[in-house]
């Protein structure tokens, strides 16, 4: 290379990194002085509230409702940038008349506590575990219904796993773990998680910046249009997940995702092994419509597998098709005893 060659080369990279630089400080600055962190942020459901305090997995957020007597039903939103409980809101609203009801945020989300910490799949076991005990301690230790969404759901299989004699029975909406890229034949009790990209992400001063500009109102309704698999998306989710992307230590858990420590290694093992009454819904449309490995238990005869016109949130889109489907799984079930620790 001749010395005029090395010398636009030199000014070239020079003013590559120049602009990588002034980009950098424009994002940190735009973060700090125009994004409100601190915004209000309601309860994501009516009825009760509180927080309770656990050894393993922090401060755990819980809503109920009791007005009605039966057998309790535990709901577990999903993973993603922003999610809450607000992301059951029709299912509790629609079964809190009818029985107990309990949502909960998973740590790292909604009220639960957000520090910064590694998130993976056991420490959302743990806190199912948590609101399991809790939630069979105010109902004479009956076993209870649990319902989980996508990500969750491999979460859920595991807790029912290690404790079935808490659940009578599983409900899994639009899971995760049925398709080619993240189903899981891996490890047991393993996470895909990578340590350097989580430590880039989420560190000062460019890891809450580049979470800022993650969940702006715009990129948000892009993901959950991908979600609904239309851009007819619930504007009240929307408007509650952003509110709840811009609480303090809002980017920990979800840089987490991001960097894969949130996704086990083996999904599809655990459905394999539930013995459990489980029903299980999802849509045809969106994103997430790859079930290719369903056919591994649709046939067995603890399992109930239904489809919906809709996309990964049906509960949203069609409330009455999704309750009814239910019901009749848990009409069907309701010869079975309840277990109730001896």
């Not at 007597?69 to 009818?98: D, F, K, Q, W």
């Not at 910064?116 to 575990?129: K, S």
Request: contains cysteine; aromatic residues 10%.
């Amino acid at each position: 290379m001749s010395s005029v060659s090395r010398h636009r080369a030199g000014r070239t990279a020079t003013a590559a990194a120049l602009t990588l630089v002034g980009s950098a400080a424009a994002l940190v600055g735009w973060s700090a002085l125009a994004v409100n962190r601190r915004m209000p942020l309601p309860p994501a459901l009516p009825g009760r509230h509180e927080r309770l305090r656990t050894r393993r997995a922090g401060a755990l957020s819980l809503y109920w409702s009791a007005e009605a007597e039966g057998v309790p039903l535990l709901l577990i939103h999903s993973i993603n940038a922003a999610a809450n409980a607000y992301e059951v809101r029709p299912l509790y609203l629609r079964y809190r008349g009818t029985r107990p009801v309990y949502a909960l945020d998973l740590p790292g989300f909604g009220f639960s506590e957000r520090s910064r910490r590694r998130y993976t799949p056991r420490l959302m076991v743990e806190a199912i575990h948590a609101a399991v005990d809790e939630i069979r301690s105010r109902h004479g230790g009956w076993a209870i219904d649990a319902l989980a969404l996508s990500l969750s759901c491999s979460f859920l299989a595991r807790a029912s796993l290690e404790r079935s004699d808490a659940y009578r029975s599983l409900a899994l909406i639009s899971p995760t773990g049925f398709d080619a890229r993240l189903s899981g034949d891996g490890p047991p009790d393993g996470h895909r998680g990578r340590d350097w990209l989580r430590r880039v992400l989420d560190r000062p001063p460019l890891g809450r910046p580049l979470f800022d500009a993650l969940v702006t109102r715009p990129s948000m309704r892009f993901f959950l249009a991908k979600t609904f698999g239309s851009s007819d998306i619930n504007e009240g989710l929307l408007a509650y997940d952003y509110a709840s992307a811009h609480q303090p230590g809002a980017e920990h858990a979800p840089f987490c995702f991001i960097a894969g420590h949130l996704f086990p290694t083996d999904a599809t093992r655990l459905y394999e092994r539930l013995r459990l009454p489980v029903w299980m819904v999802h849509g045809e449309r969106g994103d997430f419509v790859d079930y290719r490995l369903v056919p591994r238990v649709a046939d067995r005869p603890n399992w109930r597998v239904d489809t919906l016109p809709t996309g990964a949130f049906p509960h949203f889109e069609r409330p009455e098709a999704v309750a009814a489907g239910y019901d009749a799984f848990l009409a069907s079930i309701i010869r079975l005893p309840a277990a109730r620790p001896a």
